[in-house]
């Protein structure tokens, strides 16, 4: 029987995502290969459980993953669905097996290629609903746009959002009720600042950026959310998975999908002492800790088989002293001014604890 999991809204719209949601790159064969079969056993594990907010995007796999995703939501009601824009699909027939491309092993023969603009975005929503098989789309976010994506070309991509129209085609797609939000799918902050002058978003889906080990988007970008009532989907709670692993079982350390630096691994050290004080997983706290922030509306890790579903919602519900929250912030572990879980007694209704003037302590 498929169980419960709370649900928080999207901004300002009728939508209401699961605390915990699906991040669907794995079933794109994100660096390895997934089967048909395990994908669909690894999304209805998901349903089951009571996830029921699945993201995905025309980049992972190059189409896999919306084919998949598709596959698994049709006949199931209830569940919020969010993909991307900014890149289209090139058919590619030199694409012979699954040889790792873009870090996705995927035989599809397609090639993504950049497109902002106004045909560019409606073009992608278009062929994303032909791929996944389904009427509609909750969610559009605008994918990997931003200087650390494009360095130079920046002005030019973005440029096709203001003044080439993909700003405008998502603001008609919401307007007419073809879509319910639209937001960026990110991994920086500056560009979601920088995005919030020209549109009003209902959703920034953020990518390693406010979590256990780093909180630098407290410092201006959640709070220009709660102004503008922007809700955030905190994606890579792992931070490319060392906060999954930790530092003691050997092999390469992984940040930001790439190799950790050092000052990165000696944090994690601390952290991970501070959770064995407290015997806490570090993998637990990792997770629980985003969901704090009143303006994040979910956070969704990589499923890439049913026993990744299983742990997700083991280490969702461990329970967590509220000495080790503490514990976390005055040690300096965390932001002075993050938000820190809940005393245990008070969680059935709020996960976060506030302060003065309904502030987040």
């Known amino acids: ?29 994100l660096y390895h290969s997934v089967s048909d079969s395990d994908a669909r056993d690894t999304a209805n594990a998901a349903i089951e459980a009571g996830i029921a907010y699945f993201d995905t995007a025309p980049y992972y796999g190059f189409g896999l993953s919306e084919r998949r995703v598709g596959d698994a939501l049709r006949g199931h009601d209830g569940i919020v669905l969010s993909t991307k824009v900014g890149r289209l699909l090139k058919a590619d027939s030199s694409v012979q097996g699954d040889a790792e491309r873009h870090g996705f092993r995927s035989p599809m023969p397609f090639k993504p290629e950049y497109d902002y603009s106004f045909e560019g975005v409606i073009s992608s929503w278009e062929t994303s609903k032909q791929r996944l098989g389904l009427a509609r789309i909750d969610i559009l976010y605008v994918h990997d746009i931003g200087r650390l994506t494009h360095g130079v070309r920046h002005d030019l991509t973005f440029h096709q959002l203001t003044e080439g129209g993909g700003f405008r085609a998502l603001e008609q797609l919401r307007g007419s009720g073809a879509i319910q939000a639209f937001g960026l799918g990110v991994n920086e902050t500056a560009i979601c ?39 955030i989907v905190v994606g890579g709670p792992y931070n490319s998975g060392i906060l999954a692993t930790g530092t003691r079982q050997g092999g390469a350390l992984h940040y930001d999908y790439g190799i950790a630096p050092q000052t990165v691994i000696d944090r994690v050290r601390r952290l991970e002492s501070l959770c064995e004080r407290h015997s806490v997983p570090l993998a637990a706290a990792a997770l629980q800790f985003p969901l704090a922030h009143p303006q994040v509306a979910s956070v969704i890790p990589g499923l890439g088989n049913p026993l990744r579903v299983e742990n997700a919602l083991t280490l969702y519900k461990t329970s967590i002293s509220d ?13 002075a001014s993050a938000p820190i879980p809940a005393p245990a007694a008070d969680r059935s209704s709020e996960r976060y604890e506030t302060g003065i003037k309904g502030h987040p302590t």
Not at 10 to 23: C, K, M, S
Not at 208 to 227: F, I, K, M, N, W
Request: hydrophobic fraction near 45%; charge should be neutral.
């Open 323 to 335: 000495t080790f929250w503490r514990d976390l912030k005055n040690e300096g572990l965390i932001h």
């Open 193 to 231: 600042l920088e995005a919030m002058k020209h549109v009003r978003l209902d959703v920034i889906l953020l990518a390693g950026r406010y979590t256990l080990l780093e909180q630098s988007a407290l410092d201006d970008l959640l709070p220009a959310c709660v102004h503008s009532g922007t809700s």
């Open 1 to 29: 029987m498929t169980l419960l999991l709370p649900k928080r809204p999207i901004g300002n719209t009728a939508l209401r995502v699961t605390e915990l949601g699906f991040g669907a790159a794995s079933l794109g064969n």
